[in-house]
């Protein structure tokens, strides 16, 4: 049984900081591209950022570009998002994805959690 579990989100002040991670069991890990979306109310679900396989390609939505890493561990069958300067408009639920691919790419993931909820008060 796939499992991916987000965790790591809650609530924070404009301009701080969170790191989510997504645990993942049921794959191997190690063969998917992994990533985030998020998702806010009364919006569609947006791409925020992949990391491929080994970690050799990483790529991000303009709106976090320079203020949110993606990174993985293979090791732990996890994946992070490193979050910084942390803005109102960030606020949604957070959702990592997989997809079995020898790319970088979430064009159609295979497997999705079940999120995470990140508030940012200004």
């Known amino acids: 049984q796939v499992q991916l579990a987000e965790s790591g989100g809650g609530l924070v002040q404009a301009g701080g900081s969170l790191r989510l991670s997504c645990a993942a069991s049921g794959i191997t890990f190690s063969w998917y591209a992994m990533g985030w979306f998020r998702q806010a109310p009364g919006k569609e679900r947006e791409f925020l950022a992949v990391?491929?396989?080994?970690?050799?390609?990483?790529d991000y939505a303009d709106s976090v570009k320079g203020r949110f890493t993606v990174s993985r561990d293979d090791g732990k069958n996890t994946l992070y998002l490193q979050m910084n300067s942390l803005k109102p408009e960030d606020t949604a639920v957070y959702y990592c994805?997989?997809?079995?691919?020898?790319?970088?790419?979430?064009?159609?993931?295979?497997?999705w959690g079940q999120g995470t909820q990140v508030t940012v008060s200004s």
């Open positions: 994805a997989a997809q079995h691919t020898t790319g970088a790419t979430l064009s159609t993931p295979d497997y």
């Open positions: 990391i491929s396989r080994r970690s050799t390609y990483t």
